[in-house]
């Protein structure tokens, strides 16, 4: 959602950097470029401005200090980097739970914002943490809310309450206040309210929110708001705000391609944190806003905690268990481990996504490649990597001709992928050698057990095939037609 800004900020960045004393002028000309990626992101005015303000008065203050340094335009980067975070929320906020269950959450904003999937998630979210959530149905006004809502909690095995078809009918306020007796009956510890919303803001939608808020007495009550809409979602939280209050944001569909505003605009107009943040159309794509981490993102810093954290989720604890051993012990890495590294890659959903929580993601050359990385390429890796027998995934040595030909055909794939695949996963197992050793790493630095999973990147070469493989150079025939044919690709 922020590539453009971001690639607008490295650019304002990049002219600083080139100078090797910064004036005030060349403070005024980069605050003049980042005021205007702000706004063409849709970034509220007032928020653009009172940052721009900030950063032009705090660079000031320290101009003399900063060109004393080897690098002063660092200085400036650091100051936008701390500003960044501060309209972001500046720290991330967890749901504050009741001295006696169960706590409620009550969640509002407009139809079509998403609030009812996002139920489903952040029940997912509560649930994985030891919860023991309840959905209550209170949107009995847009068709099929209710059918919608027990379809989600049926996919992540979270009760649902609702004892009204909805479509029109049944009292949401009376749905709400039951719910959440049956929550107490049942002793569920987190009640979940879905309500209805509008198209637009009007006083039928705010008046039904404020007396289910009343009935249930919500411990938070959560604005959901599509990232996507621009500056309508201040507008909008700005409304609720006045007309049924809430306690934090939580910002769905920034996945999207749209300019990303709402996000650096809200927090500080309203006064209330993002705690949520939606990133994608999987129940599982969802998780705490980091301020830090997002403006991290925007700087083009990446986001390597968010990365860490996704893919040690992934890996099972005996899959990982087992890696780390085999990694200190000093153990061959085989296409067994790799085969354990390509599942849970998978899980972790968008591979492109994923890396583009690397530093530099954004930047030209990189960007390049990750608009060109081939999400199919880990199922054909896996097919050919599944029609190898098991002493062929322990021990790469044994795949002659006649081998590469049968496991070629079993997978569906050319003789020279499977070249392709053995030739790189031999690049990764020394490349897991020399990290082991030290000798790989930098000032000979020992990569720290568990580390698996550069070998499984490292071994993927994940960009769209050309269309017509380069022949290898020419060398001695083989007597043997199948590793002929498999010599020649």
Same mark, same amino acid.
């Given at each position: 959602?922020?590539? &453009? ?5 490295a650019?304002?960045? &990049? ?5 090797? %004393?910064?004036?005030?002028? #060349? ?8 005021? %205007? ?12 401005? +009172? ?9 000031n ?19 936008? =980097? ?6 972001l ?6 749901? %504050? ?36 959530? $309840?959905?209550?149905a *209170?949107?009995?006004?847009?068709p ?23 479509? !029109?009918? !049944? #009292?949401? /306020? ?5 719910g ?7 002793l =569920? ?13 009007? #006083? ?11 009935? /249930?007495s ?98 099972? &604890? ?10 200190? *012990?000093?153990?061959?890495?085989? $296409? +067994? #481990? ?11 959903? *968008? ?24 999400? *199919?390429?880990? /199922? ?6 599944q ?22 055909k079993?997978s ?5 992928? /499977?070249?392709?695949?053995?030739? %790189? ?12 050793s ?5 000032? !000979? ?6 580390? !698996? ?37």
């Amino acid at each position: 959602m922020f590539d &453009s800004l971001s690639a607008k900020f490295a650019s304002a960045f &990049s002219s600083l950097r080139s100078k090797g %004393r910064i004036k005030a002028s #060349d403070l005024d000309d980069i605050a003049a470029e980042l005021e %205007r990626a702000l706004l063409d992101s849709d970034v509220a005015i007032s928020v653009a401005r +009172d940052f721009i303000a900030t950063v032009i008065k705090r660079s000031n203050e320290v101009l003399d200090q900063v060109n004393k340094s080897t690098n002063p335009a660092q200085a400036i980067f650091d100051i936008v =980097h701390e500003e960044l975070i501060a309209i972001l929320g500046g720290s991330a906020r967890r749901i %504050r739970l009741a001295k006696n269950p169960p706590t409620v959450i009550m969640l509002a904003g407009l139809q079509g914002a998403g609030k009812t999937t996002l139920a489903g998630k952040l029940a997912k979210y509560l649930k994985d943490q030891g919860n023991t959530p $309840l959905l209550i149905a *209170s949107d009995l006004q847009r068709p099929n809310a209710v059918t919608q809502l027990q379809v989600v909690g049926d996919s992540i095995k979270v009760p649902v309450f609702a004892p009204e078809p909805g479509n !029109g009918v !049944g #009292d949401p /306020v009376a749905v709400a206040k039951a719910g959440k007796k049956y929550a107490e009956e049942k002793l =569920h510890n987190i009640v979940i309210v879905d309500t209805a919303g509008r198209l637009g803001v009007d #006083d039928e939608l705010m008046k039904q929110a404020a007396s289910i808020r009343d009935a /249930v007495s919500p411990d938070e009550i959560l604005f959901v708001v599509d990232a996507m809409i621009g500056q309508d979602a201040v507008r909008t939280a700005e409304a609720f705000l006045a007309g049924v209050g809430f306690d934090g944001v939580v910002l769905t569909k920034l996945d999207g391609d749209a300019r990303g505003g709402a996000a650096l605009s809200i927090t500080q107009v309203t006064g209330k944190p993002i705690m949520f943040a939606s990133t994608g159309e999987k129940i599982s794509e969802f998780d705490l806003f980091y301020p830090d981490r997002m403006a991290s993102r925007i700087l083009g810093l990446g986001d390597i905690a968010t990365l860490a954290e996704t893919a040690k989720s992934a890996f099972d &604890s005996d899959t990982a268990a087992s890696l780390e051993a085999k990694f200190a *012990s000093g153990d061959e890495f085989t $296409l +067994d #481990d790799f085969l354990a590294q390509l599942e849970a890659m998978k899980k972790m959903g *968008s591979m492109t996504k994923l890396l583009g929580m690397l530093p530099g993601a954004n930047s030209g050359a990189m960007k390049k490649q990750l608009e060109s990385f081939d999400e *199919s390429e880990l /199922v054909r890796t896996q097919a050919i990597v599944q029609s190898m027998t098991p002493t062929e995934r322990r021990d790469v040595k044994i795949l002659n001709g006649s081998r590469r030909a049968r496991i070629a055909k079993g997978s569906g794939r050319a003789v020279s992928e /499977v070249n392709s695949l053995v030739e %790189r996963f031999t690049g990764a197992q020394k490349m897991m050698k020399a990290m082991r050793s030290g000798k790989g790493m930098p000032g !000979g630095m020992a990569l720290p057990p568990g580390m !698996g999973m550069p070998a499984a990147l490292g071994g993927m070469g994940g960009t769209r095939p050309a269309a017509k493989a380069q022949p290898p150079k020419k060398k001695s025939r083989s007597g043997n037609p199948a590793k002929r044919a498999a010599e020649q690709g």
